[in-house]
């Protein structure tokens, strides 16, 4: 008996089907209650035929791909956001212990920059998703099977594209609304924590730019409460510059007049320069510096924070460039989803990491080709009729002609081969 199977257990199905079939009398499994999906068509020694609907094969298969990919895309963007998120807490504490940024706001800004980039992780991880699942399927002989019961690379091109038409919907609505909305905030969150007073992005055993400028602050201690220990204080102005240096400082509040202070006991203050006359050494148990805050100033209004209708009445390259860029991420799912079905050709001699190392320099390329097609047409080198179009152009033709030749079971660069032989 000869028998094909399109999922695992469409096995179970249809022999049952089979042993349905030989116990009746007439024969016919369509008869029987158990002819439910199994496989696209099978035949046996019996002369009996078993015609089973192509449709409800198609629709389990369509599950078993919606189901499967659904789950790797989800684990690969959870397994990117995650990576993402190690990546940017390392960099803004690093620019945190540089005083750049209050310890405040350090939440928000890693907040605001994940929004900002999903619409780069989402069709990355759909991208990778789809890539496993048929890399799975060719591995476990899935797709040999399938390709024995009719089904080849193009009957799954449907589900593809609809799982490809809902993550393109996501990444536009991410890229058109959420990430100008965190552009923005980003700005707001960054002008806010440059208005602190001096003491609000004071790091212990770090030397601190004061917000307002012109003085250094150093703590070796900040206690929860506010309290200092061994504190540093240097204003290097130029008539007169001082430098004070205290065991214990606090800050506290006027009262009268709402002012900030900061109090530094039991220390010395040195002012002036050495070697002139006005150079005075001076031990105090008490210096109350005032705490300036740094003038209000409205965040910059950045060409990415700007809404899809505002790029459109601005002229110039730098919002031609964001737009194109904004409309190619959801272009750029539809052309991956080709490139994964081309690519996911597992071969046993190769190894399994093989075509997704392959699947990755596609990526990378694709993205490089982009951000080059943006800087040019920023730089006017390319008119903002055309933007981006030739980028998705060229890489929609390669992935046509190399999932041509996937079809054909051909290998992916043969006709090149053959031209450069000749």
């Known amino acids: 008996m000869v028998y094909c199977r399109a999922i695992d257990y469409s096995v179970v199905l249809a022999a049952q089907a089979l042993t349905d079939s030989r116990e009746r009398k007439n024969g016919c499994i369509a008869h029987s209650p158990h002819a439910t999906p199994g496989c696209a068509a099978f035949s046996a020694v019996s002369p009996t035929v078993v015609k089973v609907k192509r449709a409800h094969n198609a629709m389990i298969i369509y599950r078993a791909f919606y189901r499967e990919a659904a789950q790797a895309i989800v684990a690969i963007v959870a397994i990117l956001v995650v990576v993402f998120v190690l990546f940017g807490v390392t960099a803004v504490l ?197 705490l300036e805050e740094k003038p209000i100033v409205p965040p910059p209004q950045t060409t990415e924070g700007l809404s899809m209708a505002s790029l459109i009445a601005t002229a110039g390259g730098d919002a031609s460039a964001e737009w194109h860029w904004r409309v190619s991420k959801p272009v750029l799912v539809f052309v991956l989803a080709l490139y994964a079905m081309a690519l996911a050709y597992t071969d046993a001699r190769r190894g399994r990491l093989a075509n997704l190392f392959v699947a990755i320099l596609v990526y990378f390329i694709y993205s490089n080709l982009l951000g080059l097609g943006q800087t040019m047409i920023k730089k006017g080198q390319v008119p903002g009729a055309i933007g981006l179009w030739w980028v998705h152009g060229a890489m929609l033709v390669v992935a046509v002609f190399m999932l041509y030749q996937r079809n054909r079971n051909r290998p992916l660069l043969s006709r090149l081969r053959l031209l450069g032989a000749r």
């Open 94 to 290: 690093g620019r945190t212990v540089r005083g750049e940024y209050a310890e405040s706001i350090v939440l928000q800004l890693l907040g605001w920059h994940t929004l900002r980039r999903l619409d780069l992780l989402l069709p990355l991880g759909f991208y990778l998703g789809v890539l496993l699942t048929f890399s799975r399927w060719y591995r476990d002989s899935e797709m040999t099977v399938l390709a024995a019961c009719g089904i080849g690379l193009l009957q799954l091109l449907r589900p593809v594209l609809w799982v490809a038409a809902v993550v393109a919907v996501i990444v536009a609505g991410i890229a058109f609304y959420v990430t100008p909305l965190a552009a923005h905030a980003i700005e707001v969150v960054k002008a806010e924590g440059s208005q602190r007073p001096e003491l609000g992005g004071l790091t212990p055993g770090a030397f601190t730019e004061a917000a307002a400028g012109g003085r250094i602050l150093y703590a070796e201690r900040v206690d929860p409460d506010g309290r200092m220990g061994q504190v540093f204080l240097g204003n290097q102005a130029k008539d007169k510059p001082r430098v004070v240096l205290a065991h214990q400082g606090h800050s506290f509040v006027n009262d009268k007049t709402g002012d900030r202070f900061v109090a530094l006991v039991d220390g010395w203050a040195y002012e002036g320069r050495p070697g002139q006359p006005d150079y005075r050494l001076v031990r105090f148990e008490t210096y109350a510096v005032r």
